[in-house]
């Protein structure tokens, strides 16, 4: 258990220094605008310094912008998770100051492209071992468990909302050139780990029972169990069937890897679902 979380939090600092290069050698002098919470306190930055004339850098404000979340997210989504989110925002902070802000490129598409696949990078690498990069990731997913709608719609209007901005403050070819980059950002958090809120388990295994006690240690998910049979050894098996979000997938695999390695397991996109489906905070009736 001590090695899994010094993993994650390895890879979410590491996580945080891509994000920290994304930002200070392509996109901050390129005026190109990051997503989530870093694009807003970059375009802040911005404003500020063009014109009030006040410097204030991007990690100083990105930290302030995430204090208020990550005390909404403490409360409202869960300790563990937002804890990586701290851990998250504390060293992508320091990486943006210790880093020298510099043009590694005058192009500004390349400025954009390599930026967004940066971050993307540094994003999904959490996301996959279940973390979070914080600000953004906390807001959709409250907002998510109040109005009962995809995570990926608040993602769309939260960083909608920095590219108007982009727009209306400077050229709009600045607004262009953010969706570029969240775009780019997007397609490599896919290839990464989905980005889908909800994802349906199918595990095949010879040892149900077992798979069963440790998921409901670890997690409260229903769990439908059902008869299987091997078409080419002819063994009997089990196959468990269950929904999770995307947040519970590394831990379900660890499980899995640890109960019993030679479980099948297939991963597949759940559009939507019908019936009772647990949310942090739900009592199981």
Do not use: C
Not at 17 to 33: E, G, R, T
Not at 221 to 238: F, M, Q, V, W
């Amino acid at each position: 258990m001590f090695f899994i979380e010094a993993k994650r939090i390895a890879v979410v600092i590491f996580g945080s220094f891509l994000l920290a290069i994304s930002l200070n050698f392509f996109l901050i002098n390129a005026n190109v605008y990051s997503s989530g919470f870093a694009g807003a306190a970059q375009l802040t930055s911005s404003v500020f310094a063009d014109y009030l004339d006040i410097s204030i850098g991007t990690g100083i404000l990105l930290f302030i912008f995430n204090i208020p979340v990550i005390i909404l997210g403490w409360f409202k989504v869960g300790r563990g998770f937002t804890i990586y989110s701290i851990v998250s925002v504390i060293f992508a902070t320091l990486f943006m100051e210790i880093l020298p802000v510099l043009s590694v490129s005058n192009d500004i598409i390349l400025n954009a492209v390599f930026g967004g696949v940066i971050a993307g990078v540094g994003i999904g690498l959490s996301l996959k071992l279940g973390a979070s990069t914080g600000g953004m990731d906390i807001v959709a997913m409250v907002l998510s468990r109040l109005q009962d709608k995809p995570i990926g719609t608040y993602f769309l209007i939260l960083n909608g909302i920095i590219i108007v901005f982009a727009g209306i403050v400077y050229e709009p070819e600045n607004a262009l050139y953010t969706m570029l980059t969240l775009y780019v950002t997007t397609a490599v958090i896919d290839m990464i780990h989905t980005r889908h809120e909800k994802v349906t388990a199918m595990i095949v295994t010879r040892k149900a029972d077992e798979l069963q006690q440790a998921i409901h240690q670890k997690m409260v998910r229903g769990i439908t169990i059902l008869p299987a049979k091997g078409a080419y050894t002819g063994e009997d098996k089990s196959m468990m069937y269950l929904v999770i979000t995307r947040y519970e997938l590394y831990d379900l695999e660890t499980i899995i890897k640890e109960v019993d390695p030679n479980a099948f397991t297939n991963i597949v996109q759940t559009v939507g679902i019908y019936g009772f489906f647990r949310r942090e905070g739900e009592e199981v009736k």
